[in-house]
């Protein structure tokens, strides 16, 4: 399994996907690192207390955060989905699979080196885009390690199902309907959070059961909870209607949440390791 995962990561390299990925990173952090700092030189400008300038930034940088969820979602999706597809078109599957190599071992090689891959992606650039707007700002959140990780287990949790479908399906069929799946559990999760804020019970299930089947929007949360300052939390109080902000989380995920997602990632595992040996090699 080790020996799979070092080949996953090293072909990940030799595809140049991992210098790719690293320089649109620093490109957008650069890009955006200069556009918060001028923006706070505006804000101080005219006068504003700093108060302002760390809402304001934090602000900026959960938006930034949430944009880069879609970047992580699509680059999980498909480095997980041609993972498996593309080496049995290819017949290397077959090839390794006929030596002394058991199916599970074959797939949580690739998942492991895929999950190091998105994993070491998501960490390097978060952090980068942390530390740049700290820099020009001033302002950095009250936990940097949560949103990391967060965004981190998000992308694998979308690597993972686009992994699955990577036993049955093409490429890129298996990549569209991962990230389609991770944008309806984004609206799911938003009409959830209204629903809950408009008492509609009805519509907030709508949510809990997004958060079940594909916990993405669940660790969103997360992120946003670690980026955003304490005093807009204490000044949202208990506000329904804020909390019915995708951009506002007054509560982390739950350790029983947390729980679940992780429970999730063996459960669509295990049912990759069944498809994958039912397949005709």
Do not use: H
């Amino acid at each position: 399994m080790v020996t799979i995962a070092w080949l996953t990561i090293g072909e990940a390299a030799r595809r140049r996907v991992l210098w790719v990925l690293a320089l649109l990173a620093f490109i957008a952090v650069a890009l955006v690192t200069w556009g918060v700092s001028w923006l706070v030189t505006e804000i101080r400008g005219q006068g504003e207390v700093e108060l302002t300038v760390k809402l304001v930034t934090s602000q900026v940088l959960i938006f930034i955060a949430f944009l880069f969820t879609f970047v992580l979602a699509m680059t999980g999706a498909f480095l997980g989905s041609p993972a498996i597809a593309s080496d049995l078109e290819s017949g290397v599957a077959q090839a390794l699979l006929a030596r002394p190599l058991r199916c599970s071992s074959y797939l949580l090689g690739r998942w492991l080196g895929l999950t190091i891959v998105v994993g070491a992606y998501a960490a390097l650039a978060g952090l980068l885009a942390i530390g740049a707007i700290g820099f020009v700002s001033g302002y950095l959140p009250p936990n940097i390690v949560m949103p990391v990780v967060f965004l981190a287990f998000q992308a694998v949790i979308l690597m993972t199902f686009a992994l699955l479908l990577s036993t049955r399906l093409a490429p890129i069929a298996g990549g569209a309907i991962a990230v389609v799946a991770y944008g309806l559990a984004w609206m799911a999760g938003i009409l959830g959070d209204i629903g809950l804020a408009l008492n509609a019970s009805g519509v907030a299930v709508i949510g809990d059961l997004g958060r079940v089947l594909l916990p993405t929007d669940g660790l969103w949360r997360g992120v946003v909870y670690g980026l955003e300052p304490a005093v807009l939390i204490a000044a949202a109080g208990d506000q329904r209607l804020a909390r019915a902000n995708p951009f506002f989380a007054a509560d982390p995920p739950s350790p029983v949440f947390v729980a679940w997602a992780v429970a999730w990632v063996v459960i669509v595992l295990a049912l990759a390791v069944t498809q994958l040996r039912r397949r005709e090699l």
